[in-house]
């Protein structure tokens, strides 16, 4: 029946009640102890660019992999853990991620990848799984012909 919703640093709370009341306002109250069904979610894939200022670019290519409630979520993890995450630059100091497959396979082999993650989520209803590459804008066709 009820729902909350925390802010910190609030500098004007009229302003804040008015954009809660905005774009929350509109979820129906749902009574105690009734089940809502809803469809399951299905995974359609897609595309999506964003113009800005960055001089950065990312590539992710996404597929559907399992619901966490797969015997398959397990080789779905190991698989996220082999493949790891890389950055050109490390804040977690000497040797995190040096034996990462996307550091051996990406950073160390192309000088313009910056990042590589794996990408692993999984839902209720179905997941994804891919990877994540970024590099400066104006290497933005070699970072799209890598093969992986």
């Not at 509109?26 to 897609?46: A, E, H």
């Not at 597929?63 to 995450?85: A, I």
């Amino acid at each position: 029946e009820k729902m909350y919703v925390c802010a910190a640093v609030i500098v004007i709370y009229e302003y804040f009640v008015e954009l809660v009341s905005q774009f929350f306002g509109r979820i129906p109250n749902i009574p105690q102890g009734k089940i809502v069904k809803r469809q399951p979610s299905q995974y359609i894939g897609g595309e999506t660019r964003k113009q800005n200022e960055n001089p950065d670019i990312n590539l992710a290519i996404i597929f559907e992999s399992v619901p966490w409630r797969s015997k398959d979520v397990y080789s779905f993890n190991v698989l996220n853990t082999l493949l790891g995450s890389s950055a050109s630059f490390s804040t977690g100091g000497p040797g995190k991620g040096m034996h990462a497959r996307t550091t051996k396979n990406l950073l160390n082999r192309y000088y313009y990848v910056e990042s590589a993650n794996a990408l692993n989520f999984h839902f209720s209803d179905t997941g994804i799984f891919g990877l994540q590459i970024g590099g400066t804008a104006d290497q933005g066709n070699r970072l799209s012909l890598i093969h992986i």
